[in-house]
């Protein structure tokens, strides 16, 4: 869901907005919109997937966050800026972070699918995360017990290199990060 309806608002009216509201909120071209609550599906699979990412990370000099953590994406040309909010964000650059928000782009990104985000985060984030150079972007998709990987190639396209509903998908910038699909949808 975006608001205001109508009208897109200014990166400093969104952030008046965000001091005024306990919502989850996402700014991306002008338009704001509100973040649904995850559901306990969504929330266990978030729990799997972070823990098993912070236990390969620990020591090494990437580290994952979880939502909420703003990401603000900033075109470097236009300085037009972003704000999303990722299920699970990777980032091995850590000059960028500040107290409230990472500012850059991370390495990898994962969303998990609701039924109410659904074109949102297939469609929607996957070319805003292209164009602005995330590496590596997973879709994680409950409602279809399914796991979909796009790689950054070098041309800056996506390629979807992982569409499984069984085995093991792996990560292709992140050692040793790989996931059994049917155990993490159990």
């Excluded at 009216?13 to 973040?35: N, P, T």
């Excluded at 990437?62 to 299920?87: G, N, Q, T």
């Excluded at 074109?119 to 996957?126: E, G």
């Excluded at 093991?168 to 059994?180: L, N, P």
Aim: glycine share 4%.
């Amino acid at each position: 869901m975006s608001l205001p309806k109508g009208r897109h608002v200014t990166y400093e009216e969104f952030e008046e907005m965000r001091k005024e509201s306990e919502q989850l909120m996402e700014y991306i071209d002008g338009i704001v919109y509100m973040a649904p609550s995850p559901n306990t599906e969504h929330q266990r699979i978030s729990m799997k997937l972070s823990a098993m990412l912070f236990n390969l990370l620990q020591d090494k000099d990437c580290e994952v966050l979880a939502a909420p953590y703003d990401i603000e994406l900033v075109d470097k040309e236009s300085d037009e800026r972003k704000v999303v909010i990722p299920d699970l964000s990777v980032i091995c650059d850590k000059r960028f972070f500040t107290d409230q928000k990472y500012v850059g782009i991370p390495d990898l990104i994962i969303e998990i699918i609701s039924p109410s985000n659904q074109s949102h985060d297939l469609i929607f984030k996957t070319n805003l995360y292209q164009k602005y150079g995330v590496k590596e972007y997973w879709i994680i998709n409950p409602i279809l017990d399914n796991i979909m990987v796009y790689s950054l190639g070098e041309d800056k396209q996506y390629r979807l290199i992982e569409n499984e509903k069984r085995g093991v998908v792996k990560s292709r910038i992140i050692d040793d990060f790989e996931v059994d699909v049917e155990l993490l949808f159990k």
